[in-house]
Structure formats: C-alpha cells, structure tokens
C-alpha cells in the first residue's frame, strides 16, 4: 500500500470549519516513483461535526412570568369584586371537603367566594390605612391567615348569618379527627361484608374469621373511644361500616360593607373553632 509521505492543502483545514477551498493534493512514495492525487470538494460547503444533543438550553422565565401573571389576575380579581359586591366576608372552613365547598359555589353563583393565596387577597384589599383599597378594608384583610377565604355578595349580612348557621354537611372522619362518639361492635356474623373483605378486616385490626363463608366477628371490639384521634386504620373503618363522624362548615369570621359597616363575628353566631386541627384538605 502507498505510504503517506506529504500533504498539501490548498486552503485551511481548521477544526469546527472544514475544508472551503477547492482541492488539495495528497502525496504518496509507492517504491522509488512518487503519485500525486487530486480530490476535488464543493466550493463554500464546509464539513460540520454533528450538534451534541447535551447541548440545550431551557427558558425558565416563562414559568415566573406565568406564576406572577396568575397572582395579577388574582389580585385584580379580587378588586373587581369589591367594586361589583355591596358586601365581602372572610369565613373559615371546618372539615375541609372540595366536593362540599363546590355545592356551595354552585348554591351561591350568585355570589363570589375566594379560597387559598392568602397574602395575594391580602395585598388586593389593603393591609393599612394608606394602602387599602377601599375605606376599612385592612380590618378583614389582616384575618386572611390559615384556612379562611373571602365571599363577596349582594345579599344582606343577615341573610349570609342566617344561611351559613344553619349549613351543615355530614362526611367521613379522616385519619386525625377527633373522634365524637364511641364506637364498638358486638361479638358475631359481620353480614354487611362479603367474604373476601375479611383479610382487608384483619389487616385493620378486627379480630375475624370466616365461618361457613360469612365474615364472624370473634370477640367484641371498641374501634373508637370518644375523645380519640383516629389513626388511619380506624378512620378506614369507619367509612366501611358506614359511620359519618365529620360535620363540613363555614364559619363566617368578619364582615366589611360599602356603607363603611365592618366588623368581627361575635362567639354567638359562629361556631367555636377548636376543631381547626382536624381539617384535613
């Protein structure tokens, strides 16, 4: 074979550039004679290596700008719904259930209800005298913290009293509510549960068996004393024997109103708020 004795490059070969001239002549000594070989290359059209496709770049400041946007929108929101409302109440939730909280949006469509982003509604109404947007604002926005929300209506605050005092749903208790009553069951055939519920029984602490395909409780068991904080095994129970412990309210807190009126909720119209502990979103 031909062995390379010479290059000889009509331009420059530079690497990330390639070969932009026209030719070069590659030199070779075969025995005593020397060839010369000419290779010709198209004009303007340099040899690029292939892109690493580790080399990317990413754009986060979309997702900032999307972020702040949400919270302007919000913000403005919130505004807009004290100039359209003649009232705005802040109210907590007790047992926090979304199911439950969207019945009540849809019972009350004709009103405005705001839930999460506190300091978002916070900065909307005013945390002062000097930058509040309406006269007596900052009084309601500095009771926006924890679980609290605004509602914005036409209705009269009597008629918000009266309807929110009386509403009431019931729901199973999750794992950390307090526990309202005892609860135990007698020695005997469990007949409500199939047979192949009786290892998931177990499993949560009955003591039970299968006798003759029925699931047979062995011994009486208490799955709750009143006062207790449910684990998640007994707030499991619960549900499956059908026991509804957890009672979702909104307990109304404040209230501010155009005419200048705003105020707190006395003890009397509002349920007591020891059981902020067992929400459990």
Not at 92 to 117: P, T
Not at 203 to 209: D, F, M, N, Q, W
Not at 228 to 253: C, G, H, R, Y
Request: some cysteine; glycine content about 8%; aromatic content about 8%.
């Amino acid at each position: 074979p031909p062995l390379v004795t010479g290059l000889n490059v009509g331009g420059d070969i530079t690497a990330g550039r390639g070969v932009t001239r026209s030719s070069f002549i590659l030199s070779t000594a075969s025995g005593a004679g020397h060839e010369t070989y000419s290779k010709q290359f198209p004009r303007g059209k340099p040899i690029d290596m292939p892109k690493s496709k580790r080399n990317k770049s990413y754009v986060l400041a979309n997702t900032r700008s999307k972020g702040f946007q949400l919270k302007e929108n919000l913000l403005q929101e919130v505004r807009n719904a004290v100039d359209q409302y003649a009232n705005a109440f802040v109210y907590r939730v007790l047992n926090m259930r979304n199911d439950k909280l969207k019945d009540v949006r849809a019972e009350w469509k004709h009103s405005r209800f705001f839930f999460g982003k506190n300091k978002v509604m916070q900065k909307a109404l005013g945390k002062s005298d000097e930058d509040e947007y309406k006269d007596g604002l900052h009084h309601i926005s500095e009771l926006l913290k924890g679980n609290v929300g605004l509602l914005f209506t036409n209705k009269s605050k009597q008629d918000v009293v009266d309807w929110f005092g009386s509403f009431s749903a019931e729901d199973f208790a999750r794992s950390g509510f307090v526990a309202s009553t005892k609860v135990e069951l007698d020695e005997g055939p469990l007949a409500d549960f199939p047979h192949s519920m009786e290892p998931q029984l177990r499993k949560l602490g009955l003591p039970t068996s299968l006798k003759k395909g029925v699931v047979t409780l062995l011994q009486s068991h208490t799955i709750c004393q009143e006062g207790d904080v449910l684990s998640p095994e007994q707030a499991t129970l619960l549900k499956l024997l059908n026991i509804k412990m957890a009672d979702f309210k909104i307990e109304l807190v404040a209230w501010w109103s155009k005419d200048g009126d705003h105020g707190v909720m006395d003890a009397g119209t509002r349920e007591d708020g020891d059981h902020d502990h067992d929400d459990d979103v």
